[in-house]
Antibody, heavy 116, light 106 residues
């Protein structure tokens, strides 16, 4: 079955960067876009952008432009999301989600805490 | 961007009762509307796509309806495992946007 397994929880200082991985299995990695979603505590999910694993082309939400970088490694069927210049408001759970127009399935989530 | 508004924010119901959750889009999304269920500490799970099509392995007590700007998720007879937060999401335009959720509680 399709599985998306994300890297573990992170604690970062303000101004630092975080890189989250999403290892996939059970489907053709290069055949489907991969999305990244942020969910702050008590809030709804917020779409950050997508990457086309086949070409490497990306599209980012305007809110994250300049701070987010999405990449992939097709040799290990893994997508990555790096967010830089972290501030306290970036404390959230970050998810990868396979594209089917809608998002299905999702990874288990990676909690990121920004703390001095 | 399309703003998704869900109501109510919290819905208190009893097991066995029917629950009706609403989602409104700020402009037409035709039928490009999905519903997700999220339990504490878990990722969202797809319930409904295309406004009314149940995802794989989703029980028949979940049903979706609507098109354009007004949508409804109905749970016909609530089970204990249905108490969670439900989100709607449009996927007709970028950026993809979600509602703020409806919390279903006992």
């Amino acid at each position: 079955q399709v599985q998306l397994v994300q890297s573990g929880a992170e604690v970062k200082k303000p101004g630092a960067s975080v890189k989250v991985s999403c290892k996939t299995s059970g489907y053709t990695f290069t055949g489907y876009y991969m999305h990244w979603v942020r969910q702050a505590p008590g809030q709804g999910p917020e779409w950050m952008g997508w990457i086309n694993p086949n070409s490497g082309v990306t599209k980012y939400a305007q809110k994250f432009q300049g701070r987010v970088t999405m990449t992939r490694d097709t040799s290990i069927n893994t997508a990555y999301m790096e967010l830089s210049s972290l501030n306290y408001d970036d404390s959230a759970v970050f998810y990868c989600a396979k594209d089917s127009l809608y998002f299905d399935p999702w990874g288990q989530g990676t909690p990121v805490t920004v703390s001095s | 961007e399309i703003v998704m508004t869900q109501s109510p924010a919290t819905l208190s119901v009893s097991p066995g009762e029917r629950a009706t959750l609403s989602c409104r889009a700020s402009q037409s999304v035709t039928s490009s509307l999905a519903w997700y269920q999220q339990k504490p500490g878990q990722a969202p799970r797809l319930l409904i796509y295309g406004a009314s099509t149940r995802a794989t392995d989703i029980p028949a007590r979940f049903s979706g309806s609507g098109s354009g700007t007004e949508f409804t998720l109905t749970i016909s007879s609530l089970q204990s495992e249905d108490f969670a937060i439900y989100y709607c999401q449009q996927y007709i335009s970028w950026p993809r946007t979600f509602g703020q959720g409806t919390k279903l509680e006992i």
